[in-house]
């Protein structure tokens, strides 16, 4: 059975801080990778995607992805406290929905 | 946002009714999805559609079913409400499966006494 972990946390990190979030998945043919964020009592929003093994960046946000190592992470600088949410991984390949892990809740105190 | 809503988006009802969730989109997105989303599970699949009567089963499909009619509609009936079913159910929605973006509605807290 397809799995994605994450640690379910809470991770807490000081305001200004990096917060490293992982992820790790046991199908080697995975070829997607999404990053949704999710605020207490809301819907999940898409972050970033990312398809290809290294970092890609977008304002704040940096995925890591090393598919030998089936791990991918989500790095968020210069922590706020409204970056405060529940992080979902997300994998798929074509043709299969994706699967999502548990989530991992970051707690940014100021 | 992909211009997805749910109706209704609060329902509490009895063991043993049935129960209709809609979900409506303007994206004209091809693919359409429900989960449910329970504490300690994360966002688990019911069951999903790939275009207009065509659907497919997902990880939790036992005492659901869905019905697609039109690209923008997809209806997600629970037969015989338990109270095992008490959920917070999102719809969610793609251009393609596995390697696209998807993007999801505001969700329905459905509560089963």
């Known amino acids: 059975q397809k799995e994605v972990e994450q640690n379910s946390g809470p991770l807490s990190v000081p305001e200004g801080a990096i917060a490293s979030l992982n992820c790790t998945y046991s199908d080697r043919g995975s070829q997607s990778f999404f990053w949704y964020r999710q605020y207490s009592g809301k819907s999940p929003e898409l972050i970033m995607f990312?398809?290809?093994?290294g970092d890609k960046e977008d304002g704040r946000f940096t995925a890591q992805l090393n598919k030998a190592s089936q791990y991918v992470s989500l790095l968020i600088r210069d922590s706020q406290p409204s970056d405060s949410a529940t992080y979902l991984c997300?994998?798929?390949?074509?043709?299969?929905?994706?699967?999502f892990g548990k989530g991992t809740t970051l707690s940014v105190s100021s | 946002d992909a211009g997805i809503t749910q109706s209704p988006r609060h329902k509490v009802t009895e063991t043993g009714t049935p129960v209709t969730l809609r979900c409506h989109q303007t994206e004209n997105h091809r693919y359409m999805y429900w989960y449910r989303q329970d504490p300690g599970h994360g966002l688990r699949l019911i069951h999903y559609s790939y275009g207009v009567k065509d659907t497919d089963k997902g990880e939790v499909s036992d005492g659901y079913s869905v019905s697609r009619s039109k690209t923008e509609d997809f209806l997600l009936t629970l037969e015989s409400a338990t109270s095992s079913q008490t959920s917070v159910y999102f719809c969610a929605t793609g251009q393609g499966i596995g390697t696209d973006t998807q993007y999801f509605g505001p969700g329905t807290r459905l509560t089963v006494l």
């Open positions: 990312i398809y290809s093994n």
């Open positions: 997300a994998v798929g390949q074509a043709g299969t929905a994706l699967i």
